[in-house]
Nanobody, 121 residues
Framework: VQLQASGGGLVQAGGSLRLSCAAS????????MGWFRQAPGKEREFVAG????????RYADSVKGRFTVSRDNAKNAVYLQMNSLNPEDTAVYFC???????????????WGQGTLVTVSS
């Protein structure tokens, strides 16, 4: 399975971006998909996750109310709509997929390659 993330870029504070991640190789039936991010000099941290049928959605406290995670199982894809971005959101964003309902960085089965989001002040 390969996860291909896209949609990163440079945006001004207060702006928006939408990240996409498509899985190929096989359909990730039953997998939770989501996003992590890693800023320079920091550990990779959880951002958002959504279960297979969308019944469980979780966000990091730092992005609640600003970011929205969604998925399209027919396309084997997960998305992250990011609004009201601020410089603290600058990081490489990684999509992830795992059988667990709660995504934990150390236990992730599949990682995407990462896409850089830079928010200027």
């Amino acid at each position: 399975v390969q996860l291909q993330a896209s949609g990163g870029g440079l945006v001004q504070a207060g702006g928006s971006l939408r990240l996409s991640c498509a899985a190929s190789g096989r359909t990730l039936i039953g997998y939770t998909m989501g996003w992590f991010r890693q800023a320079p000099g920091k550990e990779r941290e959880f951002v958002a996750g959504i279960s297979w049928r969308g019944g469980t959605i979780r966000y990091a406290d730092s992005v609640k109310g600003r970011f929205t995670v969604s998925r399209d199982n027919a396309k084997n894809a997960v998305y992250l709509q990011m609004n009201s971005l601020n410089p603290e959101d600058t990081a490489v964003y990684f999509c992830a997929a795992d059988r667990a309902i709660v995504l934990v960085a150390k236990g992730i089965e599949y990682w995407g390659q990462g896409t850089l989001v830079t928010v200027s002040s």
